[in-house]
């Protein structure tokens, strides 16, 4: 069995510049969800994904959008880059919505 | 006030001790509560998984909810060097969300 996988594991950007992050979900998993960890943080929600479209959000501005496509694996695009956007962003996949949530070992954005 | 509240720690204990881990919320909805053990730079591992209040005992994991009093609790027997990690507490309103809300995390030294 598969878990999660992420890409890429560090990315450095600037101020302004657009980023995707990629998620391949669990196998059997068809739920996906994102999470923004600020160092010495808890995982905060972004959004979740269930048949390629979003039925949840979090408090996260409409630059932070996401897909999911047939094989359920999933992006994360952030546009308009803040400073504050420095995190580790995690993705996480269940099948539906029940259970626990099993988590990548995320992606970690440095904005400049 | 935080939806969830965690002391962030450092905790430091001698291996072989018993470990107590603790959380509080406000919202009584949360239905479901997790733990979660996440090591360093690594995305979060699901511990355990309960739903409202009672037990759970999983190996030298123990899982306690005490809906009435908003209290979640992680014991952990016979601790060893590689728990040495930070804890989180999630929790969730019902089935149909995978929206978590996580704690801050304590971080957990066991020393040999």
């Known amino acids: 069995e598969t878990g999660v996988t992420q890409s890429p594991t560090h990315l450095i950007k600037t101020r302004g510049q657009q980023v995707t992050l990629r998620c391949s979900s669990q196998?059997?998993?068809?739920?996906v969800s994102w999470y923004q960890q600020a160092l010495g943080q808890g995982p905060q929600f972004i959004f979740q994904?269930?048949?390629?479209?979003?039925?949840g959000r979090g408090n996260f501005p409409p630059r932070f959008s996401g897909l999911q496509f047939p094989n359920y694996s999933s992006e994360l695009n952030v546009n308009a880059l803040e400073l504050d956007d420095s995190a580790l962003y995690l993705c996480a996949s269940s099948f539906e919505t029940g259970d626990g949530l099993f988590f990548g070992e995320g992606s970690r954005l440095t904005v400049l | 006030q935080k939806e969830v509240e965690q002391d962030p720690g450092p905790l430091s204990v001698p291996e072989g001790a018993i470990v107590s881990l603790n959380c509080t919320y406000s919202n009584s909805a949360f239905q479901y509560f997790m733990w979660y053990r996440q090591y360093s730079r690594k995305g979060p591992e699901l511990l355990m998984y309960t739903y409202s209040s009672g037990n759970k005992e999983d190996g030298r994991f123990t899982a306690q909810v005490d809906k009435s009093s908003k209290y979640i609790s992680l014991f952990i027997r016979d601790s060893q060097p590689s728990d040495s990690a930070t804890y989180l507490c999630?929790?969730?309103?019902?089935?149909?969300?995978?929206?978590?809300?996580f704690g801050t995390g304590t971080r957990l030294t066991v020393i040999p």
């Open positions: 994904y269930y048949r390629e479209e979003e039925n």
């Open positions: 196998s059997g998993h068809n739920t």
């Open positions: 999630a929790m969730k309103q019902q089935t149909g969300a995978n929206n978590l809300f």
